[in-house]
């Protein structure tokens, strides 16, 4: 029987299946230098090739690795549904193509005294090695925040790593899906007072991007006023009460 994990990581995959055979021991191998016990979830989502036969077959080798399914395509679906399964007392969400034992290790050293920890673009010592496109929508994107929310963190994509007990709190709560998950999950933690921690972080894309960012602009600002009128609605009741 498997000890219960320190760490649980959390990995939304869709149509990888030229990707993650190779990256996935890889991530497994950054996951044992850390020298604590942990489980990795597999979040397939949608995936029309053979991206779960090839997790199964890693699975089927390393009881550390599980994988749940669900049927349409939608990151923050599956970033959702693998974090109500994760039984660490930590819990790290990770991309195939973008994972860091170092965050985890600089995580694990804030445990007094934070309860997210935020890999970050945008703070003192961070290095964006990402296109002057793609740095720009990152900081057009934190402005909006800044706008809608007084958002004060600086960077809710990428690497995160969350206390079980906020997750267990919060996440049942977050309506959006797709991209926005992870935002409102930030926003809804950063209002709530938890202790939120960022570190600089490392950005260097390790392959083209497989969807376009500037046809995400409409559908993300239509989904952060939608995110903006729900917690105004939710804030308005709990007055009422």
Do not use: C, W, Y
């Given at each position: 029987?498997?000890?219960?994990?320190?760490?649980?990581?959390?990995?939304?995959?869709?149509?990888?299946?030229?990707?993650?055979?190779?990256?996935?021991?890889?991530?497994?191998?950054?996951?044992?230098?850390?020298?604590?016990?942990?489980?990795?979830?597999?979040?397939?989502?949608?995936?029309?090739?053979?991206?779960?036969?090839?997790?199964?077959?890693?699975?089927?080798?390393?009881?550390?690795?599980?994988?749940?399914?669900l049927p349409e395509a939608d990151y923050g679906a599956a970033m959702r549904a693998g974090f109500l399964e994760a039984k660490g007392a930590w819990i790290v969400n990770f991309d195939i193509d973008y994972f860091s034992a170092d965050f985890i290790r600089s995580g694990l050293r804030t445990t007094a005294s934070a309860d997210i920890v935020l890999a970050s673009k945008r703070v003192a010592g961070s290095d964006d090695r990402r296109s002057l496109l793609r740095r720009l929508g990152t900081w057009g994107f934190n402005v909006v925040l800044r706008m809608l929310f007084q958002a004060e963190v600086t960077d809710t994509h990428g690497m995160k790593m969350i206390r079980r007990s906020v997750v267990e709190e919060l996440v049942p709560a977050v309506q959006s899906t797709k991209d926005l998950f992870d935002t409102e999950l930030v926003i809804r933690a950063e209002r709530a007072g938890h202790r939120i921690a960022e570190v600089p972080a490392m950005v260097e894309e390790l392959r083209t991007a497989r969807s376009s960012f500037v046809k995400r602009i409409p559908r993300t600002l239509v989904g952060l006023w939608r995110i903006r009128r729900s917690l105004r609605r939710e804030a308005r009741h709990h007055v009422a009460e």
């Open positions: 029987m498997l000890p219960t994990p320190a760490v649980s990581a959390i990995i939304p995959v869709h149509n990888e299946a030229g990707f993650i055979d190779s990256a996935l021991p890889h991530l497994i191998a950054s996951m044992e230098s850390l020298g604590v016990a942990f489980e990795v979830i597999i979040a397939e989502n949608g995936s029309t090739d053979v991206t779960a036969e090839i997790v199964a077959r890693i699975g089927d080798t390393d009881d550390r690795v599980t994988m749940i399914r």
